[in-house]
């Protein structure tokens, strides 16, 4: 009986995604982008209901189908949200909390990321290094014919000089990205496929309430020694530098993460209004180049200090 509750169950979630795949495909735009971070809900549904090694197989079994029905194009995104989409629902399985479910989840994603960072290299000859970079020369292109038409030559090169040197980097900045990205695409799945078992099975899957969200102390380790190696190696171009700069900006983001959770906390204890948090997230985006930088502090000294069991304390 419960081979075959499986079994219906898993034909039924792989028909389910590779309908919603062969939309993707057909609406592209906004809705193809809004759909494809609901594709590994099937495979969390079903891994979390059934276990690691049969979402296994749904996975196999829908990368063949994928790939026989779809473009060719469908397998990395298939590989992409399978495996992520199954370490989430293996932890969820575990009865995982939800911060390790993340964890476990951002894991999943990345090497999902990484597989397809590997494919599109070998197999399809794209070099995302040189794809960025001709998109930065492109960028810089306009900016450059765009400010030459309000201001002077020299005041033009003057402008651009800085953003120049700041966005030459990016290339670098691929594993962190990647690596960025599958926090955030774990973070999508999870919260989504929380809704729908919520729904589905009466259960009461949530992520604690962000004010609570905190980092180990050793993420503030990690950033200092990454911070010391990134001077050393600040004109190298070898794997110490990849490696330094890339653990430097992962972990500035996330204290970045940790400094808006303890806005959260502030305007909590205090009473403020709740959406204090939401204003920082704002202004960071439209001055990143101050509130950032100062963010990030509060989060490092949040952590290093114990800013909320002080704050606590006071009131």
């Known amino acids: 009986m419960n081979d075959t509750r499986r079994i219906t169950e898993g034909a039924l979630m792989t028909g389910i995604y590779l309908l919603v795949l062969l939309l993707i495909l057909f609406l592209p735009g906004i809705i193809g982008s809004i759909l494809i971070l609901t594709l590994p809900i099937p495979f969390v549904f079903y891994t979390y209901r059934h276990g690691w ?14 790939s026989l029905f779809a473009t060719v ?10 495996i992520g989409g199954i ?3 293996a932890s969820m399985n575990n009865k995982r909390s939800a ?11 990345i090497i999902g990321l990484v597989v397809i960072y590997l494919m599109s290299q070998l197999l399809f000859g794209v070099s995302w290094t040189e794809q960025i970079q001709t998109a930065l020369d492109e960028a810089f292109a306009i900016t450059e014919g765009m400010l030459g038409t309000f201001g002077g030559e020299g005041q033009t090169e003057e402008q651009l000089e800085g953003l120049r040197q700041q966005m030459e980097t990016l290339p670098d900045l691929i594993p962190s990205i990647l690596a960025i990205l599958g926090i955030f695409y774990a973070f999508i799945s999870q919260w989504a496929s929380y809704k729908l078992i919520n729904r589905v099975e009466g259960k009461k899957f949530q992520f ?33 530098y990849l490696a330094a700069i890339n653990v430097f900006t992962l972990t500035g983001t996330l204290l970045v993460v940790q400094g808006i959770a303890f806005i959260a906390f502030y305007a909590h204890v205090k009473q403020k209004t709740k959406a204090l948090p939401i204003i920082a997230v704002i202004a960071c985006v439209l001055l990143p180049t101050i509130l950032l930088y100062l963010v990030r502090i509060l989060g490092i000294i949040d952590i290093g200090f114990s800013l909320r069991e002080r704050l606590q304390a006071k009131k």
């Open 99 to 109: 911060y390790e479910t993340w964890a476990m989840g951002s894991i999943g994603f």
């Open 87 to 89: 370490f989430v629902g």
């Open 53 to 66: 090694k049969p979402g296994g197989l749904m996975l196999i079994a829908v990368a063949i189908f994928a």
């Open 208 to 240: 604690p309430a962000f004010r609570n969200f905190t980092l180990p102390t050793s993420v503030l380790w990690y950033y200092f020694f990454a911070l010391i190696f990134n001077f050393i190696f600040a004109a190298g171009d070898g794997i110490g």
């Open 73 to 82: 194009f469908s397998l990395p995104v298939t590989l992409l949200t399978g």
